[in-house]
């Protein structure tokens, strides 16, 4: 019989293979504990408790987009700029998937919101 513990340690991150308009086939993983801290780190408005709207569904996508067929991650903490100038209508896309199987909510995001 396992432990509660073990329960918890055999946890996995979920992932699926999501066609964006424009893109094609991207394949989205869940976030771990840690990439949400990095998220938040790389979205933190300079002396400030708030965050930067414009840039958290880039700092997402760093951590959970990835390619189908190579799983290797599409971006790197450098494409943050890059990323936050393309078409929103890309970007929340890409991030409205990444969100979901995150476990991010409507709830995560209207705080955001707030706090930008």
Not at 34 to 63: C, F, N, Q, W
């Amino acid at each position: 019989m396992s432990s509660l513990r073990d329960t918890i340690f055999a946890a996995k991150v979920r992932e699926a293979v999501t066609d964006i308009p424009g893109i094609g086939p991207v394949l989205f993983r869940g976030i771990s504990a840690a990439a949400k801290g990095r998220i938040y780190d790389a979205t933190r408005v300079e002396d400030s408790e708030k965050t930067d709207a414009a840039k958290y569904y880039p700092a997402l996508l760093i951590e959970s987009a990835h390619d189908p067929e190579t799983r290797q991650p599409l971006f790197t903490p450098a494409d943050l700029d890059a990323l936050a100038s393309l078409p929103a209508e890309v970007v929340d896309a890409m991030g409205v998937e990444a969100s979901k199987l995150s476990g991010l909510d409507q709830k995560a995001a209207a705080a955001l919101e707030k706090n930008s």
